[in-house]
């Protein structure tokens, strides 16, 4: 695939941009400088209807410091007129603006085209692009890349081997900046690492959740309506843009737009891009309710809506590529292959291995996407162009079985998942405790279906019965699994046993992955209920946790993984007590010393309590009064949100200090920020959860587990005043 407008890659300045730049050094009174661009938007070639020819649109958009009227110059590119700076054609703007638009219309597709932007008498450099191919264009290439946010460096590096590769476009899958809000971080960190790039090849975006549905995202993006989320025909491909931070379960507003576009989406190849993966390989990340709310309109086989043929995400600061995921038991039905492009430049994140995965690596990368026809070819570059993944799509054709990774039972996983979380809660105490009740999902076989359940006691106390059982399903239907546990007076209830379901006959080919998993049925409450002693004086906050006043403090020693499998990989113990002002804590940490190195520094980073080694303390209010949630790190960083609000910030003090086993944390909390909260007079009762994520091993644990992402008050253990 070659290039011809690789030739007008050099900057060349004109007389008017020289001038204008020394001016600007005088200072912002001087000249009505160029803040960011010019960059391309909109870039589009429209087929109008009947048998007129093709015209190809380009937008035009650059910032100044001041408003005032743009004009852009532009002609086809022939060397020796732009040598001349001939530029024959012009459009203007129609009122004067800050962040200028020239749309540029009734162009060639598919050809070269030179253009310099001019603004109060100043002309910016002479610039070039190719215009989009023609509606139906067999050939054509796309590059994908996303999480670029934070670090320029990266960034622009990873732009210069974007642009290395001469795509026709680029699609970014979202968190451009590290906060939308922020206007400096979008110079900063977006356009002047894609500064080149952006001029000469049209950067598609997709909203992610650090752009925060800011104001700027929308100001310096000219996207088709209604923004937030897009479509577009690109050759001979129909690609749509969705925003992942808004909701997108059926019915609402974006998914019944999905739902239409995809009925009108052309017998081409459709591509869907999103930041928040639907199948992503993070060690600790679950799945986004996107995933149940998307996926099966992907793969739809009625109801008239397009197939999607490839989903890219990226939120995950990685790359990976999932087997094609779809429905095992409808042989008509088509897969869909998803991808994570998060490799843009942000910190990178580690990967696991998951069922659905066919290459994954924590590194900085690049997608590139060859369309030839039919078929599609992929390549995925790191940051030194070296390949690390390469595969091929083939439209409209179902894979053979085993490349296919089935979608039935993920879902069926997720669905009794979900009914454990609403089961009875298993109180244990001085008899032990039992779980007597059923668990009810709906089948998402398409076809009938016989499967084996199984209890995996693995060495666990409990004891359930019957140990195993047969069942069919039939479309439509529901599954009804009997649990029965018990364990007995006296028993550690770790490990929790598993229940196993196993796809065994059906009225199909059974040749797919994943045919089988295994989930916890059973919630269960270890007593947790703490007598919290007054202090007779206040204990020395220094981090070092020596003071007498802790060697007979209440203690949370035993914390467990978030639903209650298991232990946790290593210790923490959590000393408690208070006075009439202020609460006090001391947490004793062990990890690992790599997990001690670096972490946030700023307050209210949201890696102090997700990335780094951390120690937190949630506390309830009374019914109706806000939760706080307070934690800090090694580096004595601290974050405190109310109700999830961050700006809530509490006036409260904490020390570290580091020991051969870990790290030690003491924090004194003023009573008077906890408002809503019920003061610790003896006789009252707190409803509260430990927490501490270990860094080393990407693991969290509670001191009551929540068997949910979130903790809540009746998953909470108890503090009684004394």
Known sequence: MTRSWRRMLVPWALPALAAGVAAAQDGPSAVNALVVGPYLQRCLTVAPEGSGRPAAQVAIKWETERPCVGLVRYDTSHAARLAAGALGLSAREGQAAAIHEVRLAGLEPGTEYGYAIEWDGQTGPLCAFRTPPAPGTPRFRLVVYGDSRSNPDVHGRIAKLILDQQPDAVLHTGDLVASGREKPLWAQQYFEPTRDLGSRVCIWPTPGNHEGEAHWYYDYFSLPP???????????????????????????????????????????????????????????????????????????????????????????????????????????????????????????????????????????????????????????????????????????????????????????????????????????????????????????????????????????????????????????????????????????????????????????????????????????????DLVVRQALRPPRVDGIGDDDVWRDAAEVSRLLLPDGRDDPQRTTICRLAYDRDTLYLLGQMTAEGSALQGGATAADDRSIHTRDDSLGLVVFGAEGAPAYFLATNPAGAKWDSRDGDRTWSCDWSVEVARTPEGWTAEAAVPLTALEGVEPPLPGVAWRVNVYRHDAAAQEASWWAPPFADEPSPESAGTWRFH
């Open 226 to 528: 209604p923004e937030s989320w897009y479509s577009f025909d690109f050759a001979n491909a129909h690609i749509i843009s969705l925003d992942s931070c808004l909701p997108t379960a059926p019915g609402t507003p974006q998914y019944q737009w999905l739902e239409q576009d995809l009925r009108q989406a052309g017998d081409g190849w459709v591509l869907a891009f999103l930041h928040h993966p639907l199948f992503g390989v993070h060690p600790t990340r679950d799945a986004p309710q996107t995933r149940w709310d998307l996926h099966p309109l992907f793969t739809a086989t009625s109801g008239g809506t397009r197939h999607v043929d490839l989903a890219l995400a990226g939120h995950d600061h990685y790359y990976a590529r999932s087997r094609p995921i779809g429905w095992g038991s409808d042989p008509a039905s088509l897969p869909t292959t998803y991808l994570v492009a998060g490799g843009g430049g942000a910190s990178l994140y580690p990967v696991a291995e998951r069922p659905w995965s066919a290459c994954a690596s924590s590194t900085y990368s690049i997608v590139v996407l060859d369309f030839g026809g039919d078929v599609l070819r992929g390549r995925t570059l790191d940051m030194e162009g070296r390949e690390i993944d390469r595969f091929e799509l083939r439209r409209g054709v179902r894979p053979p079985a085993d490349e296919i990774h089935g979608y039935e039972m993920l879902e069926l996983e997720h669905s009794l998942q979900g009914a454990a979380r609403k089961a009875p809660v298993t109180e244990l105490g001085p008899t032990g405790g039992s779980a007597a009740y059923e668990l009810t999902a709906p089948s998402p076989f398409r076809r009938p279906a016989e499967l084996a359940a199984s209890w995996d006691l693995g060495g666990s106390p409990w004891r359930a019965e019957p140990p195993q059982w047969p069942f069919a399903l039939k479309p439509g239907a529901a599954v009804t699994l009997p649990i029965h546990a018990r364990v007995a007076a006296g028993e550690d209830p770790l490990p929790v046993p598993k229940l196993s379901l196993r796809l065994v006959a059906g009225d199909f080919d059974l040749g797919f992955l994943g045919r089988e998993f295994s989930f916890l049925p059973i919630r269960f409450k270890l007593p947790t």
